[in-house]
C-alpha cells in the first residue's frame, strides 16, 4: 500500500520569509496530492490539492509542486504571517481514500 | 450549513468502559471516515463508510466498531476502553464522487481520555 513520509517534522521561519515542506510517496500510481492545515483544536482543512497531470500549482502565497519521477511533492509557502502558523499534513491515495503524513508543525516567528 | 458536528468535545473514560462517538454531517456527503490523530503520528484511518449500510476497516480498527445506517450519522463505538485509545478523533465526509481526488471535511474533533 502507499507510504507517505512528511519533512521536517517541525520548522519555524521569521515572519516573511519562506517555508518549504516536502512529502514523497511510494505507489507509482497515485495521482492526487492534498495539502490540509489544521489550526490548534480544530479539525484539518484542505488548503491546496494538485492532480498528476500537472507540475505545479498556485493560490495566492501558497503553491504546490510535483516531481512524479522521483515521486514527491512539496508545499511552499511564501511572504509567511503569524496566521500561517500551524500542523500541515500531506496525503495521498492508498488502499484506503487517502494515506496521510505524520504532519508538519510550522511556527512563523513574528 | 453546519458541516461535519461531533460530539462530546472532551470526554474522560476509566479502563473497560464503553462509549459512542457520534458524528453527523449535513452536506449530503456519500463517503464518511474516522481519524485518530496521536502526537506526532499524523491520522490513521480506523473506518470508514462509502454509503449507509456499507462500512470498511481503515489501518487502525481493532478496538472499535462503527455502523452507518443512515446518510447523515457515522457514530464510533468503543467496547471495553484502553488506555491505547486515548487520542483526538477526527470524522470527516467527502462527496464520495471520486473518493481518492476529493476533498474531505473534516469535524472539530473528540479529546478522549483513558485513565
Known amino acids: 500500500g502507499e507510504n507517505v513520509e512528511q519533512h521536517p517534522s517541525t520548522l519555524s521561519v521569521q515572519e516573511g520569509d519562506s517555508a518549504v515542506i516536502k512529502c514523497t510517496y511510494s505507489d507509482s500510481a497515485s495521482n492526487y496530492f492534498p495539502w490540509y492545515k489544521q489550526e490548534l483544536g480544530k479539525g484539518p482543512q484542505l488548503i491546496i490539492d494538485i492532480r498528476s497531470n500537472v507540475g505545479e500549482k498556485k493560490d495566492q502565497r501558497i503553491a504546490v509542486t510535483l516531481n512524479k519521477t522521483a515521486k514527491h511533492f512539496s508545499l511552499h509557502i511564501t511572504e509567511t504571517q503569524p496566521e500561517d502558523s500551524a500542523v500541515y499534513f500531506c496525503a495521498a491515495p492508498g488502499n484506503t481514500p487517502l494515506v496521510f503524513g505524520k504532519g508538519t508543525r510550522l511556527s512563523v516567528i513574528a | 450549513n453546519a458541516g461535519v458536528t461531533q460530539t462530546p468535545k472532551f470526554r474522560i473514560l476509566k479502563i473497560g468502559q464503553s462509549m459512542t462517538l457520534q458524528c453527523t454531517q449535513d452536506m449530503n456527503h456519500n463517503y464518511m471516515y474516522w481519524y485518530r490523530q496521536d502526537p506526532g503520528m499524523g491520522l490513521k484511518l480506523i473506518y470508514y463508510?462509502?454509503?449507509?449500510?456499507?462500512?470498511d476497516k481503515g489501518e487502525v480498527p481493532n478496538g472499535y466498531n462503527v455502523s452507518r445506517s443512515t446518510t447523515e450519522d457515522f457514530p464510533l463505538r468503543l467496547e471495553l476502553a484502553a488506555p491505547s485509545q486515548t487520542s483526538v478523533y477526527f470524522c470527516?465526509?467527502?462527496?464520495?464522487?471520486?473518493?481518492?481526488?476529493?476533498?474531505?471535511?473534516f469535524g472539530p474533533g473528540t479529546r478522549l481520555l483513558v485513565l
Open positions: 470527516a465526509s467527502s462527496p464520495g464522487g471520486t473518493p481518492k481526488r476529493e476533498t474531505q471535511y
Open positions: 463508510s462509502v454509503g449507509a449500510g456499507i462500512t
